[in-house]
């Protein structure tokens, strides 16, 4: 029986484009984008730890030329070299990544690589296979890509005997992969190939989907496991939780927002009823391959429900403080439903008190959240909620970020990120901003003004010139529009408020 290898962990922070900001398709899940080149310049990022890996499954025996596993609990696939070892694709990477990160394994012949090519000349990054979710027969699973990220001509991935080009490609099992044309270079010496394996285990653990018998609706389970030790980690995580709830089952209902249904709690469990959302998060929706980009008026019919979220959230006194394009979920794609979702972060501030933690995500995160360090730090207010809201508006616009993504472990890379932040440092040099009105960009640019006091506040964002028109000609030719359940909200509401005078 062959030895089996542990595979080490890999995060890439995005590859840099020209001066351009770094793209989403570039980021988490290295997708390309806008035809700009997607290899990077800078040196690799930090290794994790061998000792975090999860151990590679045991062979229990080799069926017509492949292995029968015994499975690992967190893997979301396995790479198996023919005639050696096997591989475990770990899908507790997706949880360790900080804004912006890639989960995947690189495949190269340079030292940091997790599988290594031997061959002479060999490209020290040659290829990334990564995972994303996705619904498949009423369970959550992982969608596994492979991308080619090497720079010469004869260089490639072919899967199946297929060059795949320089696209994003998904795997199925028993996809055969090679690294060397397997044509030219038929020996598995000097050409070794790779087998793809699906785990036969791949609905997530911690989240499911169910149909609610009294109501016929689908709905979302989150269940969160709490750990009876009681260190700082695990107190963090069920005061989030707590607040989670607190805020969820505190307010009425909103069209534009997630709805927590119920709760229950069974020994070591939580269980959250949540309303479900069809079509993944936003950043899903901009960054993956398999969706058209979002236009720019199909941008503004999204973003206009998520700014009204926000205004219900500060009328209430909520700040949500964790606003990115993964905390927006897609309820319906075809005609652009969104709703704002995860309140972990979030918490209720009274009028004239300011909020002292740290927190949020770095990338969205306003300069003032950031200076909470300073001997003069003075604390925040709602004024946060605007500055990623501005972040998002810039990434879903251009399918990039408005600061340079750094490897964050690094201390010198997040001091660096946290200036650009802290100065304002974005502009509108990325291409992409060409096609995009004149209206758009002074939206974001009042959004994430430094200045707390100078950048909008959410009444103002929703009265700017570029929400004026969110259905125009080009909503009517594509057949979408507001969302009504929203329009007839706000309706009821201003008729509350005349009526009460």
């Given at each position: 029986m062959k030895s089996v290898v542990p595979v080490k962990k890999y995060q890439s922070c995005a590859p840099v484009t020209s001066d351009y900001r770094c793209s989403l398709k570039q980021t988490r899940r290295m997708k390309s984008m806008n035809n700009l080149p997607c290899h990077s310049t800078r040196k690799l990022p930090k290794r994790v730890a061998l000792s975090q890996v999860e151990v590679s499954p045991k062979i229990l025996k080799l069926v017509e030329g492949l292995p029968t596993l015994e499975e690992t609990r967190d893997a979301w696939g396995y790479i198996y070299e023919t005639g050696n070892s096997v591989l475990t694709l770990d899908r507790k990477l997706n949880g360790e990544l900080h804004a912006g990160q890639v989960a995947g394994y690189l495949i190269g012949s340079d030292e940091p690589c997790d599988?290594?090519?031997r061959y002479d000349d060999a490209p020290k990054r040659h290829a990334l296979i990564y995972a994303s979710p996705r619904i498949q027969d009423k369970k959550h699973v992982f969608a596994v890509f492979i991308q080619d990220l090497s720079t010469r001509s004869f260089d490639g991935v072919w899967v199946n005997y297929k060059n795949i080009g320089k696209n994003v490609?998904?795997?199925?099992?028993?996809?055969?992969?090679?690294?060397?044309?397997?044509?030219?270079?038929?020996?598995?010496?000097i050409n070794p190939?790779?087998?793809?394996?699906?785990p036969i285990k791949t609905s997530l653990s911690f989240s499911s989907f169910t149909i609610c018998k009294s109501t016929g609706k689908r709905v979302a389970i989150k269940e969160v496991r709490l750990c009876k030790n009681q260190d700082a980690a695990n107190v963090k995580k069920r005061v989030s939780l707590l607040r989670e709830i607190s805020v969820c089952m505190a307010l009425p209902v909103h069209p534009c927002i997630i709805q927590t249904n119920k709760v229950f709690e069974e020994d070591d469990k939580i269980y959250l009823v949540m309303e479900y959302g069809y079509n993944g998060d936003l950043f899903t929706n901009v960054a993956e391959p398999v969706h058209s980009t979002l236009r720019e008026?199909?941008?503004?019919?999204?973003?206009?429900?998520?700014?009204?979220?926000?205004?219900?959230?500060?009328?209430?006194?909520?700040?949500?403080?964790?606003?990115?394009?993964?905390?927006?979920?897609?309820?319906?794609?075809?005609?652009?439903?969104?709703?704002?979702?995860?309140?972990?972060?979030?918490?209720f501030s009274k009028k004239g008190e300011n909020l002292y933690s740290s927190c949020g995500t770095i990338m969205y995160a306003a300069p003032e959240v950031l200076n909470s360090s300073q001997d003069d730090f003075k604390g925040y207010g709602m004024e946060v909620d605007i500055w990623s809201l501005g972040v998002l508006l810039y990434s879903a616009l251009t399918n990039s970020t408005p600061f340079l993504q750094m490897e964050i472990d690094d201390e010198e890379n997040k001091n660096m990120l946290k200036s650009h932040i802290l100065n304002g440092d974005f502009n509108f040099d990325h291409p992409a901003w060409k096609e995009i009105s004149e209206q758009a960009k002074d939206l974001v640019k009042c959004t994430m003004e430094i200045d707390a006091k100078e950048r909008y506040t959410i009444s103002q964002v929703l009265d700017h010139p570029w929400l004026q028109d969110v259905e125009n000609e080009l909503t009517r030719e594509s057949g979408v529009s507001r969302n009504p359940?929203?329009?007839?909200?706000?309706?009821?509401?201003?008729?509350?408020?005349?009526?009460?005078?």
């Open positions: 599988i290594k090519t490609f998904e795997l199925t099992s028993k996809d055969i992969i090679h690294f060397r044309d397997p044509l030219k270079f038929a020996s598995n010496k190939s790779y087998t793809f394996i699906k008026f199909e941008v503004k019919i999204i973003f206009e429900q998520i700014a009204h979220a926000i205004s219900y959230l500060h009328e209430h006194g909520v700040v949500h403080r964790d606003i990115k394009m993964e905390n927006v979920i897609i309820c319906d794609r075809k005609q652009l439903r969104a709703k704002l979702c995860d309140f972990g972060l979030s918490t359940e929203m329009v007839e909200y706000l309706a009821r509401r201003n008729n509350s408020s005349c009526s009460s005078f």
